[in-house]
């Protein structure tokens, strides 16, 4: 899994998108103490997409720290006309998906964790499929995981240094 990390000026607008709030109590003494874990995607709607986790004793504060754990974290991924360049499948610990390209007006064909990451990272026609786990944190992790891996047409005819009609006719 070769992540391409990205470094993201401060005039990118940055969308965030909670995942999912984990409620974890500590049983002490005192009685119990709650504590909250955010799981936050962040993306720019153009193929740069991130996530982070935040814990606190506090939703606003979970929420906030994932949120700035997830911008240090990003990846730059390719969206080609609203989708994605090929078919991909990737796995996290359970979680495993797979990701097709649809036609456009398809829609995004993909549930809960998927869905958020995929709308983070601009993709509007797809269609998801989640085997295994639906462990919010492993899904997000696979499905970053599959878009990372994906190489569109340009960047195959650069690593080959061949253009692009021989990309495909060749």
């Known amino acids: 899994m070769a992540m391409n990390r990205v470094k993201v000026n401060s005039d990118v607008e940055l969308k965030d998108r909670l995942v999912a709030i984990?409620?974890?109590t500590k049983v002490t003494k005192g009685g119990r103490t709650f504590t909250f874990a955010a799981i936050v995607v962040v993306g720019d709607g153009k193929g740069v997409i991130g996530w982070g986790l935040g814990k606190a004793g506090e939703v606003t504060a979970?929420?906030?720290?994932g949120t700035d754990s997830a911008k240090k974290n990003l990846v730059k991924v390719p969206v080609l006309k609203g989708t994605v360049p090929h078919e991909a499948e990737a796995r996290f610990s359970g979680a495993h998906v797979l990701l097709k390209p649809a036609a456009a007006g398809t829609g995004l064909k993909a549930g809960g964790a998927m869905r958020a990451v995929l709308e983070s990272a601009g993709v509007t026609d797809v269609i998801a499929k989640s085997k295994g786990s639906s462990n919010p944190h492993n899904l997000v992790k696979a499905t970053i995981a599959a878009?990372?891996?994906m190489r569109d047409a340009y960047t195959i005819a650069g690593e080959r240094g061949i253009s692009m009609d021989k990309v495909f006719n060749g």
Do not use: C
């Open 147 to 149: 878009l990372a891996d």
């Open 22 to 24: 984990n409620r974890v």
């Open 62 to 65: 979970a929420i906030q720290k």
